[in-house]
């Protein structure tokens, strides 16, 4: 049984409607919580896992025995051994043989999560992408699905319509000369009338290349985005994201690399009122609320009520302030998170 709206109140997690007006302009840190609302595949943990569920134990020991679960760090390994046993002209066909495994795992991992194009609810997209421009202020994203790509572009559809909207972006303006369907990362934005993305995980769409990080684009070819990331996979490119680990190896993995750590930053130093929406930052997110606590700022963290009893709603809002430290005892508001976004 699901507490009322007046039982919710008296526990102080309040409506939408009603805590909104207390707060000006406000920024918002969002987690796989966000994404399941769109598709229930997003329910599964993590890329890794999924890939871990099809590959042999050959593989799965190839990650344990170097401690990672970075595909990019596992194929660069594989690459050295190939080059390796070349020059001591021993054979690669093994080496070879895990290289296209894990091209074709992770590639497999990809699809088998994200759902395709005919499986998206654009009407969905585009209401939140509305609701994004006119509610919030900067987004911050912990997710490395595609579904802030669609809605960037959703958002620029509407701008098109309506030239007094707000649009979106992600600090890829760059044009890279010679090249198509891809856009550089450039830690600055000199257009106005933008709201801004920060993938701090990094996401499906985005790659290392060389001392750049580039976003692949869909543009006007008719092959879907998941196909188009799946075929830099095939080619040896994988995409940069952050998807398993302790705290402090998430950590190590986001300062090592330039647009990671562009975000990480922005998230610390930004000032504005925060919502946490679909987030229960666990252990392994503590590099997340130690950027937090950097910048004390109001905190206003949604809670999903249904099917919970009193009891368990009062532990939950005790253990999220605990995280923070008694110096946000008098600064964190709690939401219900069915008030926030209509995805029904």
Known sequence: MTLSIEELNGLGIQQWEDLQPKH????????????????????????????????????ADLFSQFETTNFEEIMLILFNSKKVNSIFNLSTTEVE?????????????INDLHPRTDDIDWSLISDVSRQLVEEFEDIYSLNYDLLLYHIIMAAYDAWKVDKSLQSLQDFYWGNIEGIR??????????????????????????????????????????????DLISQRIRAGQFPLFVSEGTAEEKRARVLSNQYLNFCY??????????????????????????????????????IYPENRTALDLQREKLNQIAKFGSYFNKEIDFVDSRSVFQFV
């Open 265 to 302: 930053k922005a998230l610390g130093d930004a000032k504005k009122p925060l919502m946490i929406f679909g987030l229960t930052l666990a252990d392994n997110d503590k590099h997340i609320i130690d950027q937090l606590v950097r910048r004390p700022r109001p905190l206003i963290i949604s």
């Open 24 to 59: 000006e302009k406000i920024d918002l840190l969002i987690g796989n919580g966000f994404s399941i609302n769109f598709s229930s595949n997003f329910m599964y943990r993590s890329i890794y896992e999924k890939f871990k569920q099809h590959c042999d134990q050959t593989h």
């Open 97 to 109: 043989g895990s290289i296209e495994a894990l091209k074709n795992g992770l590639i497999q991992a």
């Open 181 to 226: 369907y891809y856009k550089e990362f450039k830690d600055f934005q000199s257009f106005g009338g933008y709201k801004n993305i920060y993938y701090i995980h990094g996401n499906l769409c985005l790659f290392n290349n060389k001392s750049h990080v580039l976003k692949v684009i869909r543009g006007d070819r008719p092959t879907e985005l998941i």
